[in-house]
């Protein structure tokens, strides 16, 4: 059994005996044992997070609040991709084409193992997952690949992320399909009242349904699974954009019940910056045609590998992207969302005793996340932005103005690095 003083011995270790990583140069995954035992403290106890912490590269003395945009890969994840990099051009002579030897680049290969292994963190078949560079892949592979006719309707929200709505726009102009756009209230009151936006929005024509699972821009956690249900009865395609909440929250797409789920794992799940994912309901993948076309374009038998002929690509990235998902499960989704939702809540609950604080993303219980939006009277968002990193190398994000900035914590932030923003911006207010 774990005990306090095994625990702290823990932390007293280096990085290469609490964390089994490759050899350098090893094409394969480390074996090691898990990251943290699994029944160490309680998930209140600091102690956890801050051992949690040294797996990351970011200097100690900066609180980078900005994972909305961009993650930080743990070293696993970020000696993983180095050490086949090293491998694949160290040793490139040595692959023979044969079937027995390994591959060194994806891209014309159905990568069963990691498709299976990106699968265990969406509650679904390896099979009805593609393997993509990122969310817009994703997105524009549905937006291509349906069957839309003149006239057809797709509805939208006027939050949604570029990458998440152009492929329509693009369809629009080409083949002369709508795209309706709904207008979101900052904040939103309710959940029904999002959902009655795109029940108003939706006609006999209405194809497709694009939600924002958690929208980039203001942070708003949709309903999805009411909406998916109800797009279901209508026949119409739920496309849910979760670039923003796959890492963040607990994913099952079989209880959100959409029809595609496309996402960006280098964001919350600290991926390799080029991966992405696509997932398609198996009643509705033979409906969508190949957008990229190489040898396997048509392959019926195995639907969602005709949506990955990107030609060749990175194999190195694919593989640190199963550290990134090893590294995500070994601490559980679950406890991961706690972990970001507490110190969010934490944050929010401070913004209140900030003079002249506008939160700007919900409050609701079920629309909140662990992203907060807020501006503050008489600053501007890169006003905001640029204070708290120059006076405290605090990293938000400035969203433009009247805005503010979005903040977003994750597991590598800690209740004194919420506390230390919260004392800048009090001190900016003052």
Known sequence: ????????????????????????????????????PADLIGLDDEAYWRALRTQFTIPPDEAFFNTATLGS??????????ASIQHVNRDIAEWDYKADHENYFTGYYP??????????????????????????FGMNFVANGLDLKPGDEVVVTDQAHAGGRMGYDLRAKRDGIVVKVITVPNPPESPDQLIQLYLDATTPRTRVWAIPHISSSRAIRYPVAQLSALARDRD???????????????IDVQALGCDAFFASPHKWMLGPKGTGLLYVRPERQ?????????GAWDNQEDPMFRLMQYGTGNLSLLLGLGVAVDFHNQIGSTRIE??????????RAGLA????TTI???THPELTCATTVYGLKNKTGGEIQDYLWERGKVRVRSMGDPVGVRHACHIYNSPDEVDKALALLKEMTG
């Open 1 to 36: 059994m774990t005990t306090r003083r095994s625990f702290l011995g823990f932390l007293s270790l280096p990085l290469a005996a609490s964390l089994t990583l490759p050899k350098l140069g090893s094409p394969h995954p480390a074996e090691g044992r898990p990251l943290m």
């Open 338 to 347: 706690e972990r970001d939702f507490a110190l969010a809540n934490r944050l």
């Open 236 to 250: 119409i395609w739920s496309v849910v954009d979760g670039a923003q909440s796959l890492g963040h929250i607990a």
């Open 286 to 294: 033979k409906e969508l045609w190949s957008t990229l076309a190489s």
């Open 111 to 136: 990568e069963i193992p990691s498709r299976d292994k990106v699968a265990t963190t969406l509650n679904c078949a390896g099979r009805d997952v593609a393997l993509t560079m990122n969310a817009t």
């Open 73 to 82: 890969s743990p070293r696993a994840v970020q000696e993983k991709v180095i």
């Open 360 to 362: 700007i993303s919900p």
């Open 353 to 356: 005793s900030v003079p002249g």
